[in-house]
């Protein structure tokens, strides 16, 4: 089998040991990564403040870049909410094959590679947070979490409130910041209320927001990208 990697703009600039992980958790299961150098932003942020015009050649490229692979894998809810529901809208008939043959990390590995068991190994007390395009666009529902439950060494501790939005959404964390900022710490209160070591989620923008107010707080928890849990094993440990 083989797939490209949509790797998105926050984790190749921000959180680049989240790709790594994908293509290393991608490659023990056997499929074969390639990763089209062309690709750029899919344009989320542009479409989502009004710029429809100036998403359109960021969708044309993206169009190209992934021409001719049957599986294009993103470790982002938000990203794949993009491609998979604003493409077909904006784009022509290339976009909306682009938009049929993107998948999200844990939709990819339970609906065709066919498994919630990926080998890994983490010995740590987690709470998960699933974010609201994962949640709501895409209908991840459980999928994340029979991956986490898998997890050898692994303890899945309930997230009070966990289908409420973490306050980040994009450039509204920018235009009502004081909103967003009370929105991320209740999601950081609920989440240390927990006891658990590691704070889990699918897209590294929630991430960002949630570390940055963890990162104020003190708080005594760890962000961490569910592609990297899931790419730890005894042999090679999540760092």
């Not at 060494?153 to 994009?170: H, I, K, T, V």
């Amino acid at each position: 089998m083989r797939a490209a990697l949509f790797v998105t703009c926050v984790n190749d600039a921000v959180y680049p040991a989240t790709g790594i992980a994908t293509v290393r958790l991608l490659e023990r299961l056997g499929v074969d990564v390639d990763f089209p150098e062309a690709q750029t932003c899919c344009g989320q942020p542009q479409f989502n403040t009004g710029y429809r015009r100036e998403t359109e050649p960021l969708v044309r490229r993206m169009t190209r870049a992934f021409e001719g692979y049957d599986y294009v894998v993103t470790p982002s809810g938000s990203c794949a909410a993009m491609v998979r529901h604003h493409y077909p809208k904006i784009g022509d008939e290339a976009a909306a094959s682009l938009a049929a043959r993107t998948y999200e990390l844990t939709e990819f590995l339970v609906d065709v590679v066919g498994v919630t068991d990926v080998g890994a190994h983490f010995p740590h007390t987690v709470t998960y947070h699933p974010s609201c395009h994962g949640l709501r666009l895409l209908g991840l529902g459980e999928r994340p979490r029979k991956l986490l439950e898998s997890v050898r060494g692994l303890e899945l501790r309930e997230l009070p409130g966990a289908d409420e939005c973490c306050g980040f959404g994009g450039t509204f964390a920018v235009k009502n910041s004081d909103v967003s900022a009370a929105m991320g710490q209740d999601k950081v209160s609920n989440a240390v209320s927990t006891g658990a070591e590691v704070l889990c989620g699918a897209d590294n923008s929630c991430l960002m927001h949630i570390g940055g107010i963890v990162s104020r707080e003190g708080a005594p928890l760890r962000p961490v990208h569910l592609a990297e849990i899931l790419a730890s094993t005894e042999e090679e440990p999540w760092s």
